[in-house]
């Protein structure tokens, strides 16, 4: 199994709305849910929130769960038109975003 994980830097009055898009139940869960090779997603949320461009935001760390790299860089290389249009939802919701990288997973 891997792990996809991104960092996010949220505005703190968009938290909710980030939570509904990119949380299990979420627009992203959904449409990766589409592809047999997704396992599920979840978020890590920080307990403290802090400055980032002079604005409150809280960190969180998003992971989605694949049986493979490939799968999920396939699955979003032949989705990329939604893929972008999920993406751009995201990009209003934060300030920062950074992609971790895709982990090996013994679980």
């Known amino acids: 199994m891997f792990v996809n994980v ?11 709305q980030f939570e509904i898009v990119n949380g299990p139940a979420g ?10 090779e ?11 929130t802090i400055m980032k461009s002079d604005e409150i935001t809280r960190r969180y760390l998003t992971q989605d ?3 493979s ?6 699955y979003v290389m032949e989705n990329q038109e939604r893929f972008g249009e ?7 919701l934060v ?3 950074n992609h971790i990288g895709f982990f090996a997973a013994n679980c």
């Not at 997704?38 to 403290?48: I, P, R, S, V």
């Not at 790299?69 to 396939?74: C, F, R, T, Y």
């Not at 999920?86 to 209003?92: F, M, S």
């Open 27 to 36: 627009k992203w869960n959904e449409f990766f849910s589409k592809s047999p």
């Open 65 to 67: 769960k694949w049986k």
């Open 38 to 48: 997704f396992l599920g997603t979840h978020y890590l949320k920080a307990m403290q």
């Open 69 to 74: 790299q490939e799968s999920a860089e396939l």
């Open 6 to 16: 991104w960092e996010f830097y949220v505005k703190r009055e968009l938290e909710r």
């Open 95 to 97: 300030l920062f975003k």
């Open 86 to 92: 999920l993406a751009e939802l995201n990009n209003g």
